[in-house]
């Protein structure tokens, strides 16, 4: 079986620039969640969707969204990027939308913005 | 909000030697899962931690969990060039939070 895939896995855009970023989960997950790792940082906590609807949103401006779409993959959103955007953006997928699950992490989509 | 705090930072030990690294909640959890992140890598899940005061096994690592379910450590013995990499605690309270990441440097 596949395991978490993220496309792209790298990426160059310039401020003010749009980003789309897409994500696959593991067969049979429902739950799909965002992280932002910045360089020398643990993951922070960007969205979390389970069978479509959001179910928990962490501390980021407007500029980011997410959906879930009905096969469950999933595409995380930042507008406007700014230089502090730049980061590694890893999906996490899970069987179920509780928060207690665990994560199995894809590879990242790794953001450079200039 | 709930914050997980992670020491040290960053640990150079010389391989055989033994590694802790501790996790700190400001809230009581649910549960603590610990991660490896190899440089380079994305974070991998190594275990789950539910029960006040659990420990658990894997090999050389001994994962523990504090009573008050507000604190957690993962503790490596005789480390191996193998060990290398970030190690992170994440504590659910009402919901995922990572700590910062233990950087775990072995020299052979």
């Known amino acids: 079986d596949a395991g978490v895939t993220q496309s792209p896995t790298h990426l160059i855009k310039t401020r003010g620039q749009h980003v789309t970023l897409r994500c696959s989960p593991i067969s049979g997950h429902k739950s799909v969640s965002w992280y932002q790792q910045v360089l020398g940082q643990g993951p922070q906590f960007i969205f979390q969707?389970?069978?479509?609807?959001?179910?928990g949103r962490g501390n980021f401006p407007d500029r980011f969204s997410a959906r879930q779409f009905p096969n469950y993959s999933s595409e995380l959103n930042v507008n406007a990027l700014l230089l502090g955007d730049s980061a590694l953006y890893l999906c996490a997928s899970s069987l179920e939308g509780s928060g207690a699950n665990v994560l199995t992490f894809g590879a990242g989509s790794r953001l450079t913005v200039l | 909000g709930q914050q997980v705090m992670q020491i040290p930072q960053y640990q150079h030990v010389q391989e055989g030697e033994d590694f802790t690294t501790y996790c700190n909640s400001s809230t009581t959890l649910s549960n603590i899962q610990w991660y490896k992140q190899r440089p380079g890598g994305h974070p991998v899940f190594l275990i789950q931690l539910v029960k006040s005061g659990e420990v658990k096994k894997q090999k050389r690592l001994t994962f523990q969990f504090g009573e008050a379910k507000k604190n957690s450590s993962l503790h490596i013995t005789a480390t191996q060039t193998t060990d290398v990499g970030t190690y992170f605690c994440?504590?659910?309270?009402?919901?995922?939070?990572f700590g910062a990441g233990t950087i775990l440097r072995v020299k052979s």
């Open positions: 994440a504590g659910y309270g009402n919901k995922l939070v």
């Open positions: 969707y389970y069978e479509k609807e959001e179910r």
